[in-house]
């Protein structure tokens, strides 16, 4: 059914903007769904406001705002505002801005206040403070700090500190569950057995506690084991002037090979030395 060649769609509806009138002739049936779509239409364009006029606010708000939430959210770290004549209209968070490309995989990442929100009001930017994206940045951001002034971890992330004060049973139960992480992971065991190892540890008198003991921690630790040995690796080959890398043939053939066919020799090389300098 076509309702008029000249309709267009309105920005607040996605219903076509006719008049009863036009509707009535170019439609020649007048059918039941005609009538729908015009109440449909009116009520929409009566529960709806017309276009809002964009919020702005003066350059002394926006002041206001930054040291009203600097005690709880550090707004005067990082939250930043674009200014046409005496307004803001728009507003950015410098930190998620320098840190985007460490961000940009986050859990509901968006790049609005890195291009800049156009929602000029106080509750935006307290949503924002509160997004994962933000405090990864900000983490980030203390990160580089502590660097430059020679802390260690204990003094930007929060986990770090809380495990540097754990009671030394608690630390020594943990060291003992990474341990079995470890063994798990190296001998290519099934996750299945970290906690049934964790059992055997505990029935030996090990004292190993009784959380973190399933299957899923050993997973998240044994992850936080191969990260920091992929960092450690990096570290070493960045630093290295030169290294080499030693390849060895495979020297061995476990194809079953179809009856009667002798399966292929296997194929023995020596290993060989590459070096790159
Ligand atoms: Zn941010």
Known sequence: ?????????????????????KLAISCS?????CLLSMKRYSKDTEARPGPSKRRCVSHSTFKK????????FQAMSWLDCEVSGAKITKLACKTCRKFESKIVGRRNYSNKWIVGAESVRISNIKDHAKTDQHAHAMMLLKKEHAKAAG???????????????????????????????????????SFNK??????????????IGSTYVNEVVGKTFCHYIAETKRKELLTCLTQAQYFSLLMDGSVSYRGGGSPGISPPKPLISPPKLISLH
């Open 29 to 33: 049936f007048f059918c039941s769904l």
């Open 151 to 189: 802390l260690g971890p204990c003094s930007y992330a929060p986990i770090a500190k809380a495990l540097y004060e754990l009671p030394e049973d608690a630390k020594a139960s943990l060291r003992e569950k990474f341990d079995i992480a470890h063994f798990v992971a190296t001998e290519k065991l």
């Open 65 to 72: 705002w930054q040291n009203e939430l600097d005690k709880e």
């Open 194 to 207: 970290y906690s049934k190892i964790c059992e055997l540890e505990a029935h030996h008198g090990v004292n």
């Open 1 to 21: 059914m076509v309702v008029s060649k000249k309709s267009t769609i309105s920005s607040v509806s996605l219903f076509p903007v006719v008049s009863k009138k």
